[in-house]
């Protein structure tokens, strides 16, 4: 795989414009569909692995189950043998993460609305039994839609994908700050995982940001539960 893939075609049909981060094994790139105005997200993850193709397949059947205006619109697929990679088509969200969002001052009804789309889109997902696995607040956006924030959820099995490519079985995955202890102890994940997390992942949001710094570096949550006290009291 090249150093970037800007100002190529990739499938075919997307046209890379520009890189908007790495991570690990895999690179996100800003798109444009050929003979459109559309735009997209596209992950690319570099493998070598012959079967790449039909196993994501399989971890993309999942992700065209989620239909929901608070879930990122996942839109298509490939694999580029030229460049040793397979990738995935999101849709792209022009927004901020919902920290910096929360940060830049905003009360707390907009906030308690973000909240219940999130739950919204949550629900949704477990109500066809597929459970995220990572939900933080950098797996969160919010954009501007008619002038009213909505939020999107990101990397619905994103994160499940990546390690079926790279280790052909599917490992555990998530972030030790929001996971549910039995996800810590690699004992399983269930919605109720899911429902562990957003509920650190609410609480770190209303905290205050040195606050959350302290909760960083002790991953004590009995931090954040004093914080959010304190904060909702002033309303």
Known sequence: ??????????????????????????????????????RYAIKTLSTDEENAIKLLERETDTLKRLNHPHIVKFIDYGHE???????????????????????????LK?????????????????GKNIVHRDIKPDNIKVIDIDEEPEAKILDFGIAIITTTLLTNTIRSYHTPLFSAPEQINLEGVSRDSDVYSLGMTFLYLLSTPSERIRFQNERDKTILYESVEEVLNDY
Do not use: C, P
């Open 1 to 38: 795989m090249s150093d970037s893939l800007v100002g190529e075609i990739i499938g075919g049909k997307y046209d890379v414009i520009t890189e908007l981060g790495k991570g690990g094994s895999s690179i996100f790139y800003l798109a444009k569909k050929l003979n459109s105005n559309e």
């Open 81 to 107: 043998k030229r460049h040793k990679l397979v990738y995935l088509v999101l849709e792209y969200l022009d927004g901020k993460d919902i920290k910096s969002y929360f940060d830049g001052g905003i009360d």
């Open 110 to 126: 907009t906030k308690l609305s973000l909240f219940l789309q999130i739950l919204d889109g949550i629900s949704h997902a477990h």
